[in-house]
């Protein structure tokens, strides 16, 4: 744990403080309060509520300037959000013993089950925290942060502590490692699946979204870390030359003639799938039940990941046949009257939306549908892009709303289907899927993309009850 310099200077100054807080409308007598610059407010203009209700202290950018009481301490630093991370982390102590942090564009949220799942039927005691929650803490929100904001995070930590888990699997947004939510932390693995385009609505460019990907790399690891790297990502010639710039990082790469990768893929009569895969100088024969191919690269980086932490590779060969499906990745959710199979996959970029299609195309005996829409208030050059993919690989296209948030729904459709051959526009989500139902054909596959296991639709700012999987369900027997 790198130590915080900040709290050194303000416990030399005696101050007498409760606890640190970035929000004043929750803060509390007695707290030092961190005035942080977002991207739709600044914490600077809150400083006087903060005093106000009793704030111990203040912590604001070094480049700023305040006017607060004369008796309330106010200090500068150079990195406000490093700051609050390495604090809130020293205040909030955990002894987990081992740490593995999980990025990328697509599968962050399936390598980060799949490891799950692996050690506890190993016998360890494990919990994860990313898109799905905190596996061990009840969800509160419908929508979390993939990778929570740190003071809510070292508390979360301290609970998982307390109860006495050993392995922590975290999934670590670009957001996350860019806005230094975890900052201070050591991971004893770091793994990336992928990178592709997201999130440049925030990022601006892809330089700036692969180098924000990367500091995981540099700025969380231990001497001795394990550093597992996707090989086929797009960008792997970039990483390459990140990670070699950093003498204290071995990576492992998979796939693309490594000493790890898949030798052979199988599909057999009962719908099983047997993977041989090269292990160094082992050859391990993995066979799966249910998964989609892209699902079973995601399982071999988790067990790779394990294997070269030390634990035994056979031990982790036999659970991959009864492995289950990750909630919203390509969840099965049944089929029609008349045969035909409905998924739900929570494929909200290009990259996630082909694979998705190219996977439901390799099971589907007959035409493919897709309903997807794109998310409002996030990068709109990926709309028609996406729209495209659509038109390509799928026979029917359905687009729809996904999460306009503040966003006018019109506008979000309009940039999908200048790209769209093939389409129907159908604005509402639940008419679009019951009609899209109602069409499917014996053979027929329905893949319903873009929101996987959200359980709420967010229209104007509001959040209104809504899940793809039991809404499509229950639309089954038409």
């Known amino acids: 744990m790198t130590k915080s310099r900040l709290l050194k200077k303000i416990n030399s100054d005696k101050v007498k403080y409760k606890n640190i807080c970035s929000d004043s409308r929750i803060i509390e007598k007695g707290d030092i309060f961190f005035a942080i610059p977002g991207s739709n407010t600044d914490g600077l203009k809150y400083v006087n509520d903060a005093v106000a209700k009793g704030a111990s202290a203040i912590v604001i950018p070094i480049e700023k300037k305040i006017k607060t009481a004369p008796n309330i301490p106010t200090y500068k630093v150079r990195d406000i959000r490093r700051e609050l991370s390495l604090t809130a982390f020293a205040l909030n102590s955990e002894a987990i013993e081992k740490k593995i942090a999980v990025t990328g564009t697509n599968g962050k949220t399936s390598v980060t089950y799949f490891l799950n799942y692996i050690l506890l039927n190993l016998g360890e005691k494990t919990a994860t925290i990313g898109t799905l929650g905190n596996s061990l803490i009840k969800k509160t929100s419908n929508e979390n942060l993939t990778s929570p904001e740190p003071i809510k995070l070292s508390k979360q930590l301290v609970k998982l502590s307390k109860n006495k888990t050993k392995y922590l699997v975290m999934e670590a947004s670009s957001h996350g490692l860019h806005q230094k939510r975890f900052y201070g932390l050591k991971f004893d693995a770091c793994i990336l699946t ?43 010639d ?8 950093r003498s204290n990082i071995s990576p492992i790469y998979f796939q693309k003639n490594n000493k790890f990768r898949i030798v052979k893929i199988k599909k057999n009569k009962n719908n099983s799938t047997t993977v041989d895969v090269k ?18 690269h995601n399982f071999l980086l988790a067990a790779l990941t394990l294997y070269s932490m030390g634990h035994n590779l056979n031990k982790i060969q036999k659970l991959s046949l009864k492995c289950p499906s990750v909630p919203g990745r390509m969840e099965f959710v049944g089929k029609t009257r008349n045969s035909a199979s409905v998924f739900i996959d929570y494929a909200h970029t290009p990259d996630a939306l082909q694979n998705a299609l190219i996977e439901g195309g390799n099971l589907c005996e007959s035409e493919l549908h897709v309903v997807f829409g794109c998310g409002g208030n996030r990068d709109n050059s990926k709309r028609p ?28 459709r309009k940039e999908i289907i200048g790209n769209c051959k093939n389409f129907y526009e159908i604005s509402d989500r639940r008419k679009a899927i019951k009609l899209t139902i109602k069409k499917l054909r014996k053979g027929d596959l329905l893949i319903i993309a873009g929101k996987g296991h959200e359980k709420n639709q967010i229209i104007n700012g509001k959040a209104y009850p809504f899940d793809d999987v039991k809404i499509s369900r229950g639309f089954l027997k038409l």
């Not at 992928?194 to 540099?218: A, E, G, P, V």
């Not at 292990?279 to 079973?296: C, E, H």
């Not at 659509?390 to 687009?399: E, H, L």
């Open 194 to 236: 992928n990178i592709s385009q997201d999130h440049l609505d925030y990022h601006k460019t892809m330089s700036h979204y692969i180098r924000s990907k990367l500091k995981l790399f540099s700025d969380y690891v231990k001497k001795d870390s394990r550093i597992i790297v996707n090989a086929e990502t797009k960008y792997i």
């Open 238 to 245: 970039k990483v390459k030359s990140y990670l070699k710039k």
């Open 279 to 296: 292990f160094g100088k082992d050859l391990k024969k993995f066979k799966f039940a249910n998964l989609p191919l892209f699902q079973i």
């Open 385 to 412: 892009i996406m729209g495209k993919i659509a038109s390509r690989y799928a026979t029917n296209v359905v687009i729809t709303d996904d999460n306009p948030r503040y966003e006018n729904a019109k506008k979000i």
